[in-house]
């Protein structure tokens, strides 16, 4: 008992220090989403994992551990049933240096991609705002969806401009992400048969996965995890 007691303390007084690593999860009827968790210090490292759904309920939530340099695979299909509203925010908790790998699947086509995180989310105190953008094709059979993530425990205030090719706005708006919790723009709404940017303000650091579709299936997903630049005011 004094041992779990014991290790119980080290692993709360870790994640009080920890930095989140955030990425986007996809857990819907069709796909799955995976992780390799990598150690990329030389003491062992400690870290949580959860999920939350659309509406930033959290859906599950483990704590593992690493040695120096090992990596951890975490199945999230194991944990979290498949059902519409089963996509968003996932949050790996650490107070060490990780290195993530997300890997997306088609359960019919197997393997979509693999993705990288290499850093936590990032902030700055001399923010007012936080500056994102994502670049989008919308063109044949080709197009985009952007899905915006809120890591933090507070609500987030965004406006997004969508430019076209000539540099014009072809729509604009405004309003908040829960915490925790993730909105879904889909390009298609909005530009046809064009390339251009998607410019985000925010308040508070965010995450964005992008989507990308080739004749309605997921073709791909990134994740966005770097705002372009800050202002102060």
């Not at 989310?121 to 919308?138: F, H, N, P, R, T």
Request: charged share 20%; with cysteine.
């Amino acid at each position: 008992m004094r041992k779990i007691l014991s290790f119980t303390l080290l692993v709360v007084i870790t994640l009080i220090f920890a930095e989140s690593y955030a990425a986007y999860h996809l857990s819907t009827v069709g796909y799955k989403t995976s992780v390799l968790v990598s150690n990329m210090s030389e003491e062992k490292a400690y870290f949580r994992v959860l999920a939350f759904n659309c509406y930033g309920k959290k859906l599950w939530q483990d704590t593992y551990s690493a040695q120096a340099y090992s990596t951890v695979s975490i199945d999230l299909a194991e944990f979290i049933p498949s059902a519409d509203e089963n996509w968003g925010l996932l949050l790996i908790e650490c107070d060490q240096l990780l290195h993530i790998s997300v890997l997306y699947q088609d359960e019919s086509f197997g393997l979509l991609n693999v993705d990288h995180v290499i850093e936590p989310v990032q902030s700055s105190e001399d923010a007012k705002y936080y500056w994102y953008a994502a670049g989008y094709l919308v063109k044949d059979n080709s197009s985009i969806g952007l899905v915006m993530m809120n890591p933090n425990k507070d609500e987030v205030s965004i406006s997004i401009w969508i430019c076209n090719s000539n540099g014009e706005t072809v729509d604009e708006f405004s309003g908040s992400i829960e915490p925790f919790a993730a909105v879904f723009l889909d390009l298609l709404d909005h530009v046809k048969d064009d390339v251009g940017v998607v410019d985000i303000q925010v308040d508070l650091p965010i995450i964005i996965g992008v989507e990308h579709y080739e004749e309605g299936e997921i073709w791909t997903i990134d994740n966005i995890v770097d705002w372009y630049t800050i202002t102060e005011w």
